[in-house]
């Protein structure tokens, strides 16, 4: 009988059994290829790389490249996979696709302590603890049956991303601070006006923005509360400054006037290092979103820390349904992990699989375990897992969710650069205590350890 069961053999669930494994105890993996595949899926290999063979960015003044590091030091699994058969990218850390995966299945496979089970789960497992790892296209039974677990209303199919800005890359000499009609008497968005040549000009560049195309298993079905703004304009020229860019109650202080548009920014983070388009959800490629983006006055040299994306999804709103520890708080031992608990990206979703697997490890052996510190990417992650949001969307790490650094004013490379040498630090010292706390070994861990050692890659 295994010790814990993990449901999905994706980036996140082979990394959180392996992570489990390799720390001596026994892992029961239900994966439903090849029995079933998703609509996205081609292969039966393990830890498919569905739409992509590129883990991002590489360079530590990157947010995924930091996270990248950070797992490298954490002992992933799927970065040391990744390094050994990595293909030329530029400045992006890629992979051969069906080289990556085959080793992936090829050292879950081999593990004594991981037993692979073939088979379409269609509700949570009665085993304690469980991790649910099954990706973006959740469905059926399982999807319906967390549903349940969760209230509908917390369980999204469908994923509307507006893009977020670098505060200081905002031109204030044309934006300006204020909340509509000043309520509350605090400036609570960062507004950007258009007057009627613009708006016409920006509307126009939206109908003939190039758009990227539905993949095929996308039935595109959009909501009303969250249309692409492209979709939004082509219902009507003056549809938008009526919806999402209307200027009512927000005076210019340039013009002492209304302007014909606004478009609103809302503050991401604590500290006010980026702000949210509102309303921005699109499906326009990313070049074509910064230029058309950077035709709004206010955002002509605009930096964006994430562009804007609208795809189908299954995640859940996990500041609601998530506890501390990443668990349902309705169904105590019932873990998420990857894409489903509200991460975006292949690198994220490992990485929160990974920790997971931590966790869990340390608990089954009686250890007291905490994430990684709030100044670490990979503790922003999870932070963003936690923090309370009215508006809960799933996203891709970004500097935005650790703490500034304290001190003299610093231009934003070397404010990157500052905070992944702190990150790298307090990461530093927070592997130290696992480490301590792994030679705290009872016996099963010892000689599961033993048997890791005859594995290669163990």
């Known amino acids: 009988m ?35 595949r998703t609509p996205a899926q081609h292969s039966d290999q393990m830890a498919e790389l569905v739409c992509s063979n590129s883990f991002r960015g590489a360079a530590l003044h990157n947010a995924v490249g930091l996270l990248k590091e950070e797992m490298r030091r954490a002992g992933s699994l799927v970065m040391e996979v990744g390094a050994l058969h990595q293909v ?24 004594p302590l991981i037993e692979v089970v073939h088979e379409v789960v269609d509700r949570i497992p009665e085993e304690r603890p469980v991790v649910i790892a099954t990706g973006p296209l959740t469905a059926g039974g399982l999807a319906g049956d967390i549903a349940s677990a969760v209230g509908a209303e917390h369980l999204a199919y469908y994923d509307a991303i507006a893009p977020i800005v670098s505060a200081d890359s905002i031109n204030f000499d044309r934006a300006f601070r204020a909340s509509r009609y000043d309520k509350g008497g605090d400036a609570a968005y960062v507004n950007c006006p258009l007057n009627q040549e613009e708006y016409d000009a920006f509307v126009q560049a939206l109908l003939d923005a190039e758009k990227v195309t539905a993949r095929e298993f996308e039935n595109v079905r959009y909501f009303e509360g969250c249309l692409p703004i492209e979709v939004m304009a082509a219902r009507g020229h003056k549809t938008l400054s009526f919806g999402c860019m209307k200027p009512v109650g927000l005076t210019d202080p340039r013009t002492g006037r209304w302007p014909k548009a606004v478009v ?70 019932v873990y998420l992990a990857g894409q489903i608990s ?117």
Not at 2 to 10: H, T
Not at 92 to 103: C, G, H, L, T, W
Request: with cysteine; hydrophobic share 40%.
């Open 88 to 111: 030329p990218a530029g400045g992006a850390f890629a992979v051969d696709r069906e080289k990556f995966s085959a080793e992936i299945t090829r050292r879950v496979e081999a593990h």
């Open 342 to 458: 509200g991460v975006e990206g292949y690198v994220e979703s490992a990485a929160c699989g990974m920790l997971i697997g931590m966790k869990l490890a340390h608990e089954a052996r009686g250890l007291a375990f905490s994430f990684p510190p709030a100044t670490t990417i990979l503790g922003g992650m999870v932070g963003h897992l936690r923090e309370p949001n009215d508006d809960f969307q799933p996203s891709n790490v970004m500097f935005s969710m650790v703490p500034p650094v304290e001190g003299r004013r610093l231009n934003k490379r070397a404010r990157r650069d500052a905070q992944s040498a702190r990150a790298l630090q307090d990461l530093g010292a927070w592997l130290s205590g696992v480490v301590e706390s792994n030679d705290e070994r009872i016996g099963p861990a010892r000689t599961a350890d033993r048997r890791l050692r005859a594995i290669p890659g163990g």
């Open 264 to 333: 609103q920014l809302r503050q991401e983070d604590e500290a006010g290092t980026a702000f949210n388009m509102v309303g921005f959800q699109t499906r326009m490629t990313w070049p074509e979103q910064k230029r058309v983006f950077r035709m709004i006055p206010g955002l002509e040299n605009a930096e964006f820390d994430r562009l804007g994306s609208i795809h189908r999804n299954t995640f859940v709103n996990s500041p609601v349904v998530l506890d501390d520890d990443l668990a349902l708080r309705s169904r105590p031992g």
């Open 2 to 36: 295994a010790d814990l069961v993990v449901i999905g053999a994706g980036l996140a669930g082979t990394e959180c059994a392996w992570q489990l494994a390799k720390r001596g105890v026994s892992v029961r993996l239900l994966e439903q290829k090849p029995r079933s």
